[in-house]
Each structure stands twice: as C-alpha cells, then as structure tokens.
C-alpha cells in the first residue's frame, strides 16, 4: 500500500518513518464502502507511522476525528476534525452510498468529513498514509485530503499559504491552535502566511496583535528565534497562483514538525531513533521581539489586549493577513477589524454603480478590492433603511461570534460620521434567488446541485438552532438571504433581524414584527410569536421555492390564489410532484426524489408550529432517504387569515422584493 501511493504530495516522511517502525500490514489503513469505523476502533497507516481514530474531550462525552503518531503514547492528535464534534462513543466513521466520508453519532445527523469536496460517485475509499494525510480518493484520484485542512500542527508536506490566487476560487490554509492543551477547539492564535506573494510568517492573536516570526531570505527560511536544529528544510513557492511555505524533514536520525500552541507559542517536536528505540522530544519557542538575542524583548503572549499607537506590532484582521488597508479598534470588546470610509471608498471605486451587487432592506451592497486583490462585499447602511444602528449592531455582535461554513464571514465593519458598514467575504455567484427566478440561470442549478444547497441551508440552520455558542433564531430567512460561493455552497447572510434565545426558552412574543412576506410563518406574522419553529416555516418555503422555481406569493399579494404550499399541497396529494418541479429539472432527478422533497417542505410549512420538524429532523430526512417520512397536514395558506378578528395593534415591517413596507394592521 505504501509503495502504490509513494507518488503523493506530501510523502517526505516516508523513508525514514519506515526505517523506524518496519513495513509490517497487519492493520488495515483504508476504508471502503461497507466499511463501520467505530469510536473503539481505529485505522493505521500502511508503515504503522500514523494512526486515525475517534479520542475523546478529556471524559467531556465529546468526541473528534483525529490522526496520531501510532509510536506516540500520550496520542496527542496531529490533525482533528474539529468543526465536527460527535457527543458520545457511539459515533461512527463510514462511507455513504454517496461516495461521502460521514460521521454519525446517537443523534443520527450524518456529519460530511469531505465537506470541502464533494464525491460525484460512489466509487471512493478513504486511506491513512504514512505521511499522516488522510486522502479520499474516487477512481483512483484524490478529491480531498486531511493536508488542505490543517489544524495545529504543521507536518512535513503540508502547505500554509494561499491557493486560487487572482480567480475566484481564493482560499487560505493556515494553523489555529487548541483552545487549551485538552480542548482541539478553535483556539486564539492563528499561524499564517501574508497575502500574495509575502515572505513572511507570522502568528495572529484573536484581538488580531501580530508578531512576524520567520522570513525567507535569499533562497533559505529564517525564524526570529535561535534554530535548535538543523534537522528540516523550508520552501517558499510564489507565483500569480499561490503563495506558500512547506518543509521536509532532512537526515535519517529524525523527524521534525511544528504545533501552533494554545500558549502562543510555537513547538518544535522531533521524533528520534535511538538505537531501534523510538523517542519524542520538543521545544517551545516564545514569539518575542529581537528573540534572536535570547528571548529578550516584548512577547506575543505578555502584550495587553489594548495596545498603545506606535507599538512595533502590525495589527491586521484576524486569520485573513493582508494589510496595511485595515486599521483596528483595540477596545477590549471588539474582535473585527474597523475600516476607515477613505479606505472602503478607494476599494469600491467610490462606491460606482458598476460595483452595486445589489439593495436590501438594510441598504446597497457593492463589491470592493482591497490592494492586496482580496475582493470584498461591502453593505452600507441607507440613511432612508427601516434597519438602523440596532440591526446595525445586532449584526455584528451575532456573526462576529459564529463559526459554521453555511454562514457568511463578516470581516469589519466601518462607523465613521453617519455612515455604518458591514464588510463581508465577497460571493461571486451572489444570492440563491438571482438563480432558481432567473429563466436562463436557473437551468445551471441541477436536481445534485439544488439538493446539496438545501442540506447546507439546513445544516446552518442547525448550527444557529443547536450547536453555535448562542442560540439563535434568524427570523428572516428568503433566498435573497442565501448567497452562494464559487462552488456554490449556500451561506446564511443577513443576521440584523436575529434574536438570541436563552437554553430553556421555547418561544417569545414582540410587537414589532420584523421579515419577510411570503417566508413569515402565520403565527409570527399574527400574533409576533417565534421560536425555532418560524424558521423552520421559512426553510420550508425557500425549500419549495428551491424545487419549483416558483416563488411564494406573500398574503397581501394572494387574492384568490394560492400560494406555493397550497399549490405543492394539492399537486402533491394527487401524487403529481412532477408538476411542480422547475421544467428545468426533467432529466437530472427521479420522481421519488422529487415527492420527498415537496413532502419535507410541507411538514415544515405546516400551520401549527407543533406540528412542523426540528431541524435536527429536517437534517436526518434529509440524508436518511430510507427513512418514511410522516404526512403532513394541511399549509399554511395565509390568504383567510388577514379577515381574522384584529385585538391590539401591531407595528410591522414587511420587506418584499427589493422594497420595505411598513404596515400598521388593526388587531
């Protein structure tokens, strides 16, 4: 197995690693369909180098993914599937019928390890190699590997840089260390390369303190501390694609690799034969001014969160390095980076109407670039917007705190006189809206490519209802919400309307009715209740809207006409989904698929909020298509409900299309 992937990238380690440890294939080091990792049961790599397991939070109950040294017997992870925890020891590691690496655990909601590449075929198996990458391979040809994902630590063979450069397929690959020695969480420090063609490295605190701590220099890698070994050898690869560093590990006495630790500081760890005996050792280097002199100076780790002006540290935004562009507030509650309205002027060509992306209810959205070439979305609060400072920094006190690939990154924020921005990473296929309304775009969105946007709306929704730090209700969930990526993966947007629910709060009640029409559900939008429900509503409309190609008519558009529910309800209890389906989607999907869709989004378009899924059942439907699924009941038609008997008035805010209307209804 080993000889067969020796033409990888990052196989540096692999003659000296099977010197140390022989070429013995007693255990298995791949999985295949069929193939049940469980929580007690681990793969090891073809040279017994690397091991590949489930280990657990400290006797937390929380579980991850993580590669190992197989010689190492604290089993201190290399590499962790850290978005993905699993909550008990009866998680399991399989491949699907789709191709698709997939943990699950007792809540029986699928998590894809290969999220970032997708499977187009069923015609996959998974290897550990000895270079402790982790590679998912279909017909023999590698579609994702651990390498591009990197957590902590930096091995031999991987690369921390930038990819895509100049397209819009720009990503970054960086190390974040541990929360702390135990917790493989996201932790405050981010080891990085500097944007497009820097020759530097450097580490990011999370108030976004950074302290350069190598370079290259003329053809060879320098770090700012004394080198305690000459046991590794650094690339540096520049060009109008990439900009990256890598390193191999030199001799055959040794291994060498690097952590990014929870501490602030960066280890040096070496794995030594000795005589046949293996041995690990490590160093830690403090990240200090003039540390080449022995560590005297100022330290990353002693600098105050609240630096003075004229401090010799660059300050730029969090795990993204570029820039001399961005200036930032060191008040001890902020964590985004403040832009300057000179700066955001210049990077939108003065906000041109040729760079306009679009207008919402908050105001204008318009592309930018900042000099480095990293475009921008930037939205500029309208002095004439029904939103205002309070939606303003609802926003941001909310997204600046989540985490979850089905959202949208806020990167800063400007406030400078009247003007308040919202910076966001730029999407360059915009929103879900501009694609299932538009008679020509619309035929780009396969039945495969509109199912894999509505797992991921679902999947962000979970993340809001369940697993982020602060459980959220959006409350304006709709299409034009939903922004989509260069692969177009679907991201969450637009968080001024979202609300914070306490853990054993169920529901709350407002007077001042905020959303969307055609997305509202009737409870909310009658009586101002929401709870997790009314955004299950709104997931079942854009669902519908997703299959159809339709959009739902709002209540005060209706007439006598139904709306999409109605319409998906009558279509599909005379067993005709095929109908209602986008004409588009004829020769991509199958009939059985098509009514299980149309059902979910019924169950979750339901009247009552009883009645409706959790989306941790949303979730399960959605990738347990084995699984009946429940009839449900009569939608939510909403035309009878405007001659209902009013009982207090209520102040709305309605937005339909690209207008805000604000109506007093009589109650």
């Known amino acids: 197995m080993a000889s067969k992937k020796s033409n990888r990238g990052g196989l540096l380690l692999l003659p000296l690693l099977v010197l140390f440890f ?11 369909p069929r193939d049940l990792l469980t929580s007690n049961d681990t793969i090891v790599s073809g040279a017994r180098v690397f091991e590949l397991g489930f280990f657990d939070d400290v006797g937390s109950g929380i579980y991850y993914l993580g590669i190992w040294f197989k010689a190492d017997p604290n089993r201190r ?21 789709d191709g698709n690496l997939v943990m699950i655990d007792r809540r029986q909601t699928p998590m894809i390890v290969n999220s970032g590449m997708l499977a187009t075929n069923a015609n996959t198996s998974a290897t ?16 994702w590997q651990s390498f591009d994902y990197p957590t902590d630590t930096y091995l031999p063979g991987m690369k921390v840089g930038w990819f895509g450069l100049n397209t819009d397929q720009s990503r970054i690959q960086v190390l974040v260390s541990w929360m702390s020695p135990q917790n493989p969480s996201r932790g405050l420090f981010t080891l990085a390369v500097g944007y497009n063609g820097s020759t530097k490295l450097g580490v990011w605190r999370q108030d976004n303190v950074h302290m350069d701590i190598g370079f290259w220099d003329r053809g060879s890698f320098r770090f700012i501390f004394v080198n305690t070994s000459d046991r590794y050898n650094f690339s540096y690869v520049s060009n109008e694609n990439e900009t990256y560093f890598t390193f191999n590990s030199k001799g055959t006495d040794a291994s060498t690799w690097f952590v990014m630790a929870s501490t602030g500081e960066l280890e040096e760890h070496n794995m030594v034969d000795a005589n046949g005996n293996i041995s690990f050792s490590s160093v830690s280097h403090q990240l200090c001014e003039d540390s080449q002199g022995g560590n005297s100076g100022k330290c990353l780790t002693s600098i105050p969160s609240t630096c003075e002006e004229g401090d010799d540290f660059a300050l730029v935004n969090g795990t993204m390095p570029s820039s001399a562009l961005v200036e930032i507030s060191q008040q001890k509650d902020q964590d985004l980076a403040l832009f300057t309205f000179s700066n955001i002027e210049v990077a939108t060509d003065y906000f041109a109407p040729r760079n306009k992306l679009g207008e919402g209810g908050f105001g204008p959205v ?14 500029r609060l309208s002095k004439m917007s029904r939103q205002g400072l309070e939606e303003f920094k609802n926003e941001v006190n909310l997204i600046s705190k989540l985490q979850h690939r089905n959202l949208v990154r806020l990167l800063g924020c400007c406030i400078e006189g009247e003007e308040s921005i919202l910076i966001y990473e730029y999407m360059p296929n915009k929103s879900l809206d501009s694609f299932i309304f538009d008679p020509e775009k619309r035929a780009l969105l396969d039945w495969r490519k509109r199912i894999g946007i509505i797992e991921g709306i679902a999947q962000g929704i979970l993340y809001l209802h369940k697993y982020s730090r602060l459980r959220i209700i959006h409350r304006d969930l709709k299409t034009s919400n939903i922004l989509l990526d260069r692969d177009m993966n679907p991201k ?3 968080f001024g309307m979202a609300r914070i629910f306490g853990e054993n709060e169920t529901r709350a009640k407002t007077i001042r009715v905020v959303g969307t029409c055609g997305y509202m559900s009737p409870e909310y939008a009658m009586d101002g209740l929401f709870s997790e429900m009314s955004d299950v509503f709104a997931f079942g409309v854009i669902l519908l809207e997703i299959v159809s190609g339709e959009k739902n008519i709002a209540f005060f558009e209706c007439d006598h006409s139904l709306n999409l529910p109605g319409k998906a309800w009558n279509l599909w209890k005379e067993a005709k989904c095929t109908e209602f389906m986008d004409r588009t989607l004829a020769t991509s999907c199958s009939h059985n698929s098509v009514e299980r869709l149309v059902q979910l989004g019924l169950l979750c378009a339901q009247e009552r909020p009883m009645y409706r899924p959790t989306m941790s059942d949303v979730v399960s439907m959605l990738n347990n ?10 939608p939510a038609f909403l035309t009878h409900k405007m001659d209902s008997a009013p009982s207090s008035r209520r102040h709305r805010h309605f937005s339909a299309s690209e207008m805000t209307v604000s109506e007093l209804c009589a109650r």
Not at 77 to 97: F, G, H, K
Not at 133 to 139: C, P, S
């Open 22 to 32: 022989g070429s013995s294939f007693g255990v298995t080091d791949t999985i295949r």
């Open 77 to 97: 992870a290399v590499w962790v599937n850290r978005e993905n925890p699993m909550i008990d020891s009866s998680c399991t590691l399989q491949i699907r019928y």
């Open 128 to 143: 550990l190699l000895d270079s402790g990458n982790f590679v998912l391979e279909q017909g023999g040809a590698v579609i």
């Open 366 to 379: 318009y592309k930018g670039q900042l000099p480095e070439g990293l475009e921008i979305a930037v939205k």
């Open 492 to 494: 969450i947007s637009d």
């Open 625 to 634: 298509e084995t699984i009946p699924l429940p009839l449900p009941r009569e």
